[in-house]
């Protein structure tokens, strides 16, 4: 569990969100640009968590969508899961 919980991909969206969380703490006015940055960490967020259930999913041998950017990975994974038996 380690490995996924520490990828860059969330350890990137975990890091923007305390950005954000600082900056809403300013006395500055809540804009459509802060609007749009906190959009931007959402979509971030959930493309990260997707990649870690694709990465676990084909890790344990079962089907991943042919969108998924781990699409390539399926084989490797596979077979590294095979081989640990």
């Known amino acids: 569990m380690r ?7 969330l ?3 975990v890091t923007g969100g305390v950005t954000l969380l600082r900056s809403a703490r300013s006395p500055e006015p809540f ?11 959402g979509i971030t967020l959930a493309l990260a968590v997707g990649s870690v259930v694709d990465t676990r999913r084909a890790s344990r041998g079962k089907l991943i969508p042919m969108d998924s950017p ?6 490797k994974l596979l077979k590294r899961r095979v081989s640990r038996r």
């Open 3 to 9: 490995k996924y919980l520490f990828g860059t991909g």
């Open 11 to 13: 350890l990137s969206a």
């Open 31 to 41: 804009t459509w640009r802060t609007a749009l940055a906190w959009l931007s960490w």
């Open 70 to 75: 781990r699409d390539d990975d399926k084989k």
